[in-house]
């Protein structure tokens, strides 16, 4: 029985694979030999992440493919409703990266309100020459304590986003054309906790209300979700992350909207042309960036390797 897990694996999902008398295969094929190296190997199972793409024309090629499991949320690199109609089953990880998503989207939104992105980059060059310059210039940072948060998209990783900003102390408003009413329950260290209720509302005041805002939404199939329409809306010296999907924010609106300092600073993890983001993005003071990282925390990828060595467990009925 053997997996191919093209875009790697965590040791803790070989473990448990491996261990049920699986064959796990790390090697990373490229794109344009996949088919032959899954028909030669007699592959069952393959697992990606967000590089490989299982299109309709492999699931014809590969008639051994039982499985197509996605280390992860979103499968918009899987022609997942095609491959089910061939009786193939398609699985992810929904719930294991939560945690390390909404921890990013923070660490972009600090970045951003100290103005981290381009202290850093700065620093190093003439930290030593222009120190009291420098700290003239960073001098108008912000905290997010007492800010209110927009969240676009209230599931799980939304949800956890909340959390998160709840415990911080700020204000929490959602839109979610799915999610109604949902409650955040709020941990602390010592196992007290409280319960916060959050009803959602249409974008629109979302992104006229918000400090700070922060998407969690599917890939987009029919242009942007938020462009040069949705920017006009939003309040003078609003930040903006996204740690979804490239292509949900118009990069080139993105960047009108930050010169012209109606948008105050982006914390960007995903790109319209990854993995080839555009010059001008990666080179703006006011966006703080990460390689499209949110889900690549060693805890993480441990629950995500277990959850999708169980699921294949399961579907087999292997025990």
């Known amino acids: 029985m053997k997996i191919l897990a093209n875009d790697g694996l965590d040791q803790s999902g070989i473990d ?19 088919i032959n190296y899954i028909n030669e190997n007699q592959i069952r199972t393959i697992l990606v992440r967000s590089a490989t793409q299982v299109r309709k024309e492999l699931i014809d090629a590969c008639p051994s493919i039982e499985i197509i499991g996605r280390g992860g949320v979103g499968m918009d690199n899987i022609d997942v409703d095609y491959a089910r109609s061939k009786n193939i089953h398609v699985i992810n990880t929904p719930s294991a990266s939560s ?27 003439v930290g030593d020459s222009e120190f009291a310059k420098l700290k003239k210039s960073y001098e108008k940072g912000i905290e997010l304590r007492g800010k209110t948060i927009g969240i676009v998209g209230m599931g799980r990783i939304g949800q956890e986003v909340a959390r998160i900003a709840l415990g911080l102390g700020m204000r929490v408003i959602a839109a979610d054309s799915n999610v109604g009413r949902t409650s955040i329950k709020v941990k602390f260290y010592n196992n007290q906790f409280i319960n916060v209720d959050i009803e959602t509302e249409p974008i629109e005041g979302v992104l006229k209300h918000a400090d700070f805002i922060t998407l969690h939404v599917p890939a987009q199939k029919n242009g942007y979700m938020i462009g040069e329409k949705e920017f006009d809306l939003m309040k003078k010296g609003v930040a903006i992350v996204n740690c979804s999907r490239g292509g949900v924010i118009d990069e080139e609106a993105l960047i009108t909207a930050l010169d012209s300092g109606k948008v105050a600073f982006a914390g960007l993890d995903v790109f319209i042309n990854e993995p080839t983001p555009s010059k001008n993005i990666l080179n703006h003071p006011k966006i703080s960036l990460t ?17 999708l060595a169980d699921q294949i467990c399961s579907i087999l009925q292997i025990h």
Request: glycine share 6%; hydrophobic share 40%.
């Open 99 to 125: 945690e390390s998503v909404a921890e990013l989207v923070f660490a972009h939104l600090f970045s951003g309100a100290r103005f981290l992105q381009d202290s850093n980059r700065k620093m190093p060059v």
């Open 291 to 307: 390689p499209h990282t949110g889900a690549s925390t060693v805890e993480a990828q441990d629950r995500i390797g277990l959850s």
């Open 16 to 34: 448990a694979l491996t261990e049920k008398g699986f064959e796990v295969i790390t090697n990373k094929v490229p794109q344009d030999l996949l």
